[in-house]
């Protein structure tokens, strides 16, 4: 016996008259006491199916009892429609099957929920998984994701790229984020930790001449989940010899334009725009801007030199954000109290009404310069932050992304992919009281700073860069240090004696020495490049099987206690926690 000779969605016209076997599963059925209608449902599709009592009064019988999800196998005649029953939203919806034989395969209780539903609660369409991705939503996503992968890796394999496996048990790659620890019981008291990234690995392979690495690595981070976030994600991880940035942008955007095109979507103009980090903090007071919508930031410094207006006067920078709505008094105070969440002081605002007249408590205060350069278009609010020029931007950019969601400034039509580039090295760690890199102690030293790392370390610029979707981080990469004397000096910028560095990355010095090759490289978040390629909010809606915020997995219930005896064997006793985690 065959289970089924063709898929249900994939029944259409030429067929009829033939006589298949269909296998799937119920999403609907319609019973009309004489007739039944089921809807049934696979991979491909929906094909209608008819039970008459006359054609088959043994299937009706089976008809009657199926329930929503009930796993069925039908044999039949493929009909054509009557013309007023054709469902021109369904691609089987010209035909259906006249029933002979039904089966029930397998049965299933009511369901905790409908597919069709909306608005479940997620923990519940997590607990419940195998029902959810059946889901239509869930089917197209994790399909998605897997025709965008598969395009990916052909293009990299077209252009040369090698793809090579590295551990996942590893000794820590500094990624900026917490290890999860694994236990080895042929060596308790010893842990290995479970890589952030394969960076390390990455750059020994090209060290050891495969010069065009690449993988779609699993990455494993103990933060904080988010809806950009979980434990573990997979990353497009790339690494070259002999390349300059511009070598690896290239590879990244036609890795990106290779999904786009096997999706059949319009890809994004190549080259993307390139903005220094500078730049993009300048402007959107951001190292992440969604550039679908302006509200630039403006400067005032100069102008406010001098000012009647100690605040402005006094402050080291004094920026703005012209918006074009002439805000209320209780809407100003939300703003404001959202600036402050970003670390200002306080937010000084012009509002412009429709008439053009000026409302504002500071308006006296300013001189006639100030309020000509601050002249703005009727209906619309100049807010402004006057502090140190980072929390200025910090706040400003806050505001900036705020009320480009509120006031629908975001033009959703628009794709905007971004490349930031000259990352500072190195950034202040004021709890710590050191320097510490902003993307990982690999990443090389822009050409000419190096002389500035002992004596000035925090100008240095670095060879790092981002890739930005529509305000999203999908990634990052650099080129790398290549010389051992150089990757030494960084290490003792970041507070690691010669000594530790030894013990932590001796290997890597070692490697430096024997023949290294200029390289650099870059790692793609797959989860969020595949949530937006989705339109979908959050990555947990492209992957199979996600952690909830909690970092647990309702359907498994992991993670879990251990016995007594398995942790005795790797030497490990647990801490009780002072108080449970509600
Ligand atoms: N290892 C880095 C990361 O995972 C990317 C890179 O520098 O290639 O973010």
Redesign the pocket.
């Known amino acids: 016996m065959r289970w089924r000779d063709l898929m249900c969605g994939e029944v259409r016209p030429e067929h009829v008259g033939r006589r298949v076997a269909l296998a799937g599963w119920t999403a609907r059925r319609r019973d009309h006491g004489n007739l039944v209608f089921i809807d049934l449902r696979d991979r491909a599709g929906i094909c209608q199916l008819v039970v008459n009592p006359e054609r088959a009064p043994e299937a009706i019988e089976v008809a009657h009892e199926v329930r929503n999800e009930f796993v069925l196998r039908a044999e039949g005649e493929v009909v054509r429609r009557a013309r007023e029953a054709v469902n021109p939203s369904l691609p089987t919806g010209e035909v259906e099957l006249q029933v002979d034989t039904l089966e029930i395969v397998s049965r299933c209780p009511p369901l905790p929920f409908q597919l069709d539903e909306e608005g479940v609660d997620e923990t519940l369409r997590l607990r419940y998984r195998w029902l959810d991705l059946r889901r239509e939503r869930m089917q197209r996503n994790l399909q998605l994701a897997a025709t965008a992968v598969s395009a990916i890796r052909r293009r990299m394999e077209e252009l040369g790229f090698i793809d090579v496996w590295t551990p996942s048990l590893i000794k820590g790659t500094p990624?900026g984020a917490r290890d999860f620890l694994v236990p080895v019981r042929l060596q308790p008291g010893k842990f290995f930790a479970l890589a952030?990234?394969?960076?390390l690995f990455?750059q020994i392979l090209v060290i050891a001449g495969f010069d065009r690495y690449f993988q779609i690595a699993t990455?494993f981070r103990d933060e904080d989940l988010r809806a950009d976030r979980q434990f573990e994600f997979r990353?497009l991880?790339?690494?070259m010899a002999f390349a300059e940035r511009e070598d690896v942008l290239d590879v990244l955007e036609q890795a990106i334009v290779a999904a786009f095109e096997a999706l059949e979507r319009e890809p994004p103009e190549r080259p993307f725009p390139r903005l220094s980090w500078h730049e993009v903090t300048a402007r959107f007071g951001s190292d992440k801007p969604d550039l679908r919508f302006g509200l630039e930031i403006q400067d005032a410094t100069e102008v406010t030199r001098g000012s009647q207006l100690a605040v402005f006067a006094g402050a080291p920078a004094v920026r703005f954000l012209a918006a074009p709505k002439a805000f209320s008094r209780a809407e100003l105070a939300r703003l404001e109290e959202l600036a402050k969440e970003w670390g200002a002081k306080g937010l000084a605002y012009l509002v412009y009404d429709e008439g053009g007249e000026v409302r504002s408590p500071i308006a006296k205060f300013l001189s006639e310069r100030e309020l000509a350069a601050f002249r703005a278009d009727h209906g619309s609010t100049l807010l402004f932050a006057a502090d140190e020029p980072a929390l200025v931007a910090r706040a400003l950019g806050a505001l900036r992304s705020h009320l480009g969601r509120e006031l629908e400034l975001v033009d959703e039509s628009r794709d905007a992919f971004l490349w930031v580039t000259d990352f500072p090295l190195f950034e202040w760690d004021e709890e710590e009281r050191r320097w510490t890199f902003s993307?990982?102690p690999f990443?090389g030293v822009a050409p000419g700073h190096e002389d500035l790392l002992e004596g000035d370390p925090g100008s240095v610029l670095s060879q790092a860069y981002d890739l930005i979707w529509n305000g999203w981080e999908l990634?990052?990469?650099?080129i790398r240090i290549h010389r051992q004397d150089v990757q030494q000096r960084v290490f003792r910028v970041l507070g690691l004696s010669d000594e530790e560095a030894r013990e932590k990355f001796g290997f890597l010095l070692e490697a430096l020495q024997m023949g290294a090759p200029p390289h650099g490289?870059?790692?793609l978040g797959l989860d969020r490049f595949l949530a937006l390629l989705a339109g979908e909010p959050n990555i947990r809606e492209v992957i199979a099987f996600p952690k909830v915020s909690s970092g647990s997995d309702p359907m498994t219930g992991a993670p879990s206690e251990i016995p007594e005896e398995q942790l005795a064997e790797l030497g490990i006793r647990v801490i009780p926690p002072k108080r449970p985690r509600g």
């Open positions: 990624e952030q990234s394969p960076q990455k990455c990353q991880d790339v690494e993307h990982h990443t990634g990052s990469g650099s490289g870059f790692a």
